[in-house]
């Protein structure tokens, strides 16, 4: 507290605490926005994830954290009954359909709180693609976001696609990493060998959920056409297409499908190479990862991506679903140790912009400046 001033009372709102990159996003800044100036609470509209108890221990929680699948009418309930209670001088919603509910619950009381939400990925891409009923999810999103004071989200791009849905009230604030937990004090050597790896192997790393839209089977493709020698892809997730890629991959020594691993920045610094070939993002926090170790990076030319990687100063952009010139540039890498490396160190200065410190001090000042 500053100057007698009271804290700042921040209720975070939150699908769950799964496996994602955006839930990861939102235990950074929950877990380190500053005591001494704002009071965090957290609420689960959907049930609790497996990263539930990475929350610090004195950020109270509230709603359904003992369900295991969504209850809209009880969520709506309880939510309006928490703000009601903790009466927070700022709302931060995070995934869209904490972002609805929170919207709907809102409405529904005369308290001047302000609502803040955050948008993390792609409103045409996901709804138009994937989501069953999109058209009309989309219009009830885009609904809730215009309900709001404001919306970040983490990409130039994304900020540029929620003004063309006339929601003009959107900043940027980029996604923030731990980096000097991720970068590690182990050597690529040390990490070959604590994970079975052999030295003289050249590593390609895919990370990510297996779903169609991160392209594995663009990767697993353009692997098999590789015109090159002594490699092995380490594909490093679980998805629905799990099943998929085993069976592509069967039998064949230059795949090595590891599933979901707790550590998978360990596999990324142990790798030559980090291939992403999504269909569209937000703003990966595996590309991050890489850089800040130190691993050079292929990934899609779409969305967010191109304000991490420079094609041609610190990795390599390839168009989506084009899977020769992902081949191409694997072998561009493979063949070319000397500018890889010029690559890595680029990105490892690069990386240093994305702290945890840098992108919660932006909300704490955004927090401050709406209350």
């Not at 877990?31 to 108890?53: A, C, Q, W």
């Not at 929170?102 to 529904?108: E, G, P, V």
Request: glycine letters at 6%; charged letters at 25%; hydrophobic letters at 40%.
């Amino acid at each position: 507290m500053v100057g007698g001033m009271e804290k700042i009372k921040v209720l975070a709102v939150i699908d769950h605490l799964g496996k994602g990159g955006a839930e990861r996003q939102f235990i950074n800044l929950v877990n380190n926005l500053s005591k001494e100036n704002f009071e965090s609470h957290v609420f689960i509209t959907e049930r609790p994830g497996e990263r539930f108890n990475e929350l610090s221990s004195d950020i109270k929680t509230y709603g359904l954290i003992r369900s295991h699948r969504r209850k809209t009418l009880d969520t709506l309930k309880l939510l309006r009954k928490t703000i009601v209670d903790i009466k927070p001088s700022i709302i931060q919603s995070w995934l869209d359909y904490s972002t609805f509910v929170t919207a709907l619950a809102l409405k529904t009381t005369s308290l001047k709180t302000k609502f803040v939400a955050s948008h993390r990925t792609s409103i045409e891409e996901l709804y138009n693609t994937e989501v069953s009923f999109g058209k009309i999810k989309k219009r009830l999103l885009i609904w809730a976001y215009k309900q709001a004071y404001c919306v970040t989200t983490n990409s130039k791009v994304l900020v540029e696609q929620l003004h063309s849905y006339g929601i003009t009230r959107a900043g940027l604030i980029y996604n923030g990493l731990d980096l000097v937990k991720h970068a590690g004090t182990s050597s690529r050597g040390e990490l070959r060998k604590k994970l079975g790896l052999v030295d003289s192997i050249f590593y390609i790393s895919f990370v990510g959920a297996l779903v169609e839209r991160k392209g594995i089977r663009h990767l697993v493709q353009a692997i098999k056409s590789l015109n090159r020698h002594n490699f092995k892809a380490l594909i490093i997730g679980d998805g629905p297409l799990r099943d998929t890629v085993n069976e592509l991959t069967r039998d064949d020594e230059r795949f090595s499908v590891v599933g979901h691993h707790p550590n998978a920045i360990e596999y990324i610094k142990a790798s030559n190479l980090l291939v992403l070939p999504s269909f569209y993002e937000g703003l990966p926090n595996v590309i991050i990862e890489a850089m800040a170790v130190g691993t050079p990076v292929i990934a899609t030319n779409i969305y967010g991506i191109p304000e991490l990687i420079e094609d041609g100063i610190n990795g390599l952009l390839v168009p989506v679903k084009d899977s020769k010139s992902i081949t191409n540039a694997i072998e561009f890498i493979y063949d070319n140790p000397a500018i890889a490396e010029i690559y890595a160190e680029a990105s490892r200065k690069r990386s240093q912009f994305f702290s945890i410190d840098r992108m919660v001090k932006e909300y704490e000042e955004l927090y401050s400046g709406l209350s």
